[in-house]
């Protein structure tokens, strides 16, 4: 027992002074690799320590119904990529060069796609970066896009609107997911840090739902969720998940950090909200339903008046 406490101890004080100017996950750190854990991701920059950073926890019954959040129009989503996929040293990311853009959603003009990547847990555990209602999903997609007139992700982040990012949960299935076979394959070509293999046979359509099945998602106003955690990003969490094998889910673990550590657990943890609002779509709906049901007992009540 003793020596179990004296173990604790170590470890605490561990945390407390072993800290580097790099900024990692807390899978990441140890002794004998310091670096900024999450919560002190504001020692290496300072934009983390910000009053509207992301991700947070989404709690459904505390989102307001917004009728502007109309369906997104997704434009040239279904050509082919043909890009390379990379290992970054702490995620998985395709850096985008065609025209696919989406509008709608209440954007105030079309953002065009520049990149996308992926947060997981470890082996298909917990790894959302948001969650809903407490509830972390095993792996979130973020396809990041910035504004049609801005050339670079540096110039769209110094307008407080400029970057669009649309998240996507992903569930554990049975069976396996096909459509995410040219991902699975090429990241089994890029554990190591620093490596890219070419990515084929894949679209941006492939890795999201059909877009009949996206109506429902959230938005509020945030941030990057990592360094330098600007606080310029328009968030659209869809709710529907996208779902992939327990097999499917493992392979993303395989990958390695720039440390060489497993790449697991590579969610910053949710934020607080402060005073921000979240949305959610479906309002027009809801007004609607609400109108019809009101006829409708109106007229069941005239129907059931005595002459």
Aim: with cysteine; proline share 7%; aromatic share 10%.
């Amino acid at each position: 027992m003793q020596q179990h406490l004296i173990q604790c101890i170590f470890l605490a004080s561990c945390l407390k002074l072993c800290t580097g100017s790099e900024w990692c996950y807390e899978s990441q750190h140890n002794c004998g690799s310091p670096c900024n854990v999450p919560e002190k991701w504001g020692h290496a920059n300072e934009n983390c320590f910000g009053n509207a950073q992301s991700p947070i926890n989404i709690v459904h019954r505390k989102t307001l119904p917004d009728e502007r959040l109309t369906p997104f129009q997704f434009k040239y989503y279904q050509h082919s990529i043909e890009a390379l996929i990379k290992n970054n040293g702490h995620s998985v990311q395709v850096n985008l060069n065609k025209d696919a853009y989406v509008n709608g959603g209440h954007l105030e003009m079309p953002y065009k796609a520049l990149q996308f990547h992926l947060h997981w847990g470890r082996n298909g555990g917990p790894g959302s970066e948001h969650t809903v209602d407490g509830e972390q999903y095993p792996m979130e997609l973020h396809i990041v896009h910035i504004k049609e007139k801005y050339s670079n992700l540096e110039d769209a982040l110094k307008d407080s609107t400029g970057v669009a990012v649309l998240g996507f949960f992903y569930e554990e299935s049975i069976s396996p997911n096909r459509k995410y076979e040219p991902i699975i394959k090429a990241i089994r070509n890029i554990t190591a840090p620093g490596t890219n293999t070419p990515l084929v046979d894949l679209s941006l359509e492939q890795l999201i739902l059909p877009p009949e099945n996206m109506t429902n998602y959230y938005r509020y106003l945030g941030s990057l969720t990592t360094p330098g955690c600007t606080e310029a990003v328009i968030w659209t969490v869809f709710e529907k998940p996208i779902y992939l094998s327990k097999e499917q889910l493992q392979e993303f673990s395989k990958l390695r950090f720039k440390d060489d550590k497993p790449m697991m657990a590579n969610f910053r943890p949710v934020q607080p909200l402060n005073n921000r609002k979240v949305y959610r779509s479906g309002g027009a709906v809801v007004v609607a339903s609400a109108i019809l049901l009101v006829a409708s007992i109106a007229m069941v009540t005239g129907l059931s008046q005595p002459d």
